[in-house]
Nanobody
């Protein structure tokens, strides 16, 4: 059974940084992609970033590349989201997701994800 467990959320000041982690277990992830989505109350879930497990190729949501960086540690089965120069509008619940293949993650298609974590809350104070 695949499990995705997020950690690293919390309170940060505007302009600061946070690093989120997503520990994956339950299978080997060769051929899979993993990524991050975020959601604020009353809004649809938004694609943040994705990474293809085998090659490390990445994809980012609009306007986030440059402040956010996704990476993975294959040995630890963990994907990270480094968030820099945080803004108040980055406040959201951040969800880790995984799916087989790359095209859905590259396009940021929420409905294409096979697995989800429970989320971790990031609050950015101005």
């Amino acid at each position: 059974q695949v499990q995705l467990v997020e950690s690293g959320g919390g309170l940060a000041q505007a302009g600061g940084s946070l690093r989120l982690s997503c520990a994956a277990s339950g299978r080997t992830f060769s051929g899979y992609s993993m990524g991050w989505f975020r959601q604020t109350p009353g809004k649809e879930r938004e694609f943040v970033a994705g990474i293809y497990w085998s090659s490390g190729v990445t994809s980012y949501g609009d306007s986030l590349k440059g402040r956010f960086t996704i990476s993975r540690d294959i040995a630890k089965n963990t994907v990270y989201l480094q968030m820099n120069r945080l803004k108040s509008e980055d406040t959201a619940v951040y969800y880790c997701a995984a799916n087989y293949g790359w095209s859905e993650m590259r396009a940021g298609l929420e409905n294409g994800m096979d697995y989800w974590g429970k989320g971790t809350l990031v609050t950015v104070s101005s």
